[in-house]
């Protein structure tokens, strides 16, 4: 497993990160969660991403007790604040007051002292930005964060709240941003800003949300258990990844996966880490097995004629409109 520092911190972190959105208190039980916490542990994994939100605020809870016993200095462990936790008018966003109890939550579940990141999981349209940073500076000041990042904010929040986080003696040193092969609309404005601002990606969902594992294959059953499974054993057609256009294109890129010696899904991981501003690409697993093949994308350089094929593949099905990056205008 390589490292590599995130933005312009001296922070370190492992190139594949374990995340556990839509698995730990939903998909998979505690024993599961541990082994799969272990597993990665074992294979280098030094970095866990999760949420207060994930699971209703069961996947922190889990992480945290995954963890136990694992020397704390030895891993990073990210969070993030922003999504409801509550029913209350203020169980959500990023408010001075929703932070501060959301931080101190955070950490009970996850059974630290301190998280070496936390993030703002969007951007908050209904708070001004300066009580946000405020809150995170003070946050930081308390020791119970070691940095800040955000998810998802466009390139004029990245640029504001950078600006009020230098003024405020703090570090943003992070965005975490969706990115694959089919979806790279960071690269047009919010790649080449974040590295003028000293920011790098912590990619979600480099498998396009399994659709570039080629295990949904156009016009065939979906696989027995998986996201996009309907009712009747056929593929749901309510996503944007599931196109005909998109699955044909797809199972494309399997002889190109073969020339690496790489599965799918590793394949897929590798390509989001040839981008020197991302740091670490986010992989998920309901089983260790899973994350035993996805790690095989650690290190390794695919040619650049290799990349202009892929290109090449999936061509117009690619979204790159930068407009399309993630806000909510208001709370959910």
């Known amino acids: 497993m390589e490292h590599r520092e995130l933005g312009s911190s001296g922070l370190y972190i492992s190139e594949i990160a374990y995340g556990n959105w839509f698995t730990h208190g939903e998909q998979i039980d505690q024993d599961a969660a541990t082994q799969?916490?272990?597993?990665?542990?074992?294979?280098?994994?030094?970095?866990?991403?999760?949420?207060?939100?994930?699971?209703?605020?069961?996947?922190?809870?889990?992480l945290g007790e995954a963890l136990k016993g694992t020397r704390r200095e030895s891993v990073e462990i990210f969070t993030k604040a922003y999504f409801p936790t509550g029913d209350g008018r203020n169980d959500r966003g990023l408010s001075r007051k929703h932070l501060m109890e959301s931080i101190n939550s955070s950490l009970r579940r996850l059974q630290t002292d301190y998280v070496d990141l936390y993030q703002a999981h969007r951007y908050d349209y209904e708070t001004p930005l300066e009580e946000t940073m405020q809150a995170f500076a003070d946050i930081v000041r308390a020791g119970k964060a070691h940095y800040i990042g955000v998810s998802e904010w466009t390139t004029d929040e990245l640029r504001s709240g950078a600006a009020l986080a230098n003024e405020l003696g703090i570090q943003l040193i992070s965005n975490q941003p969706q990115y694959s092969m089919l979806w790279r609309v960071i690269e047009q404005e919010i790649v080449p800003l974040s590295e003028e601002l000293g920011i790098s990606q912590i990619c979600w969902s480099p498998l396009a949300q399994g659709v570039l594992t080629g295990k949904y294959a156009p016009g065939a059953a979906a696989p027995q258990g998986s996201r996009f499974r309907a009712d009747n054993g056929g593929l749901k057609n309510d996503h944007r990844f599931l196109s005909e256009d998109i699955l044909t294109r797809v199972q494309q890129l399997k002889p190109l996966a073969e020339e690496t010696g790489l599965s799918m899904a590793a394949f897929a991981v590798a390509w989001v880490l040839q981008n020197p501003n991302v740091s670490a690409a986010i992989v998920g697993a309901s089983r260790p097995g899973q994350l035993v093949d996805n790690v095989q994308a650690a290190g390794v350089k695919l040619d650049p004629e290799l990349l202009v094929r892929i290109d090449e593949i999936l061509g117009p099905v690619v979204e790159r409109d930068p407009g399309k990056v993630e806000s909510f205008k208001t709370r959910p």
Do not use: H
């Open 36 to 62: 799969c916490v272990k597993q990665a542990l074992d294979l280098g994994i030094t970095t866990f991403d999760t949420a207060d939100a994930y699971a209703g605020t069961r996947a922190e809870q889990a």
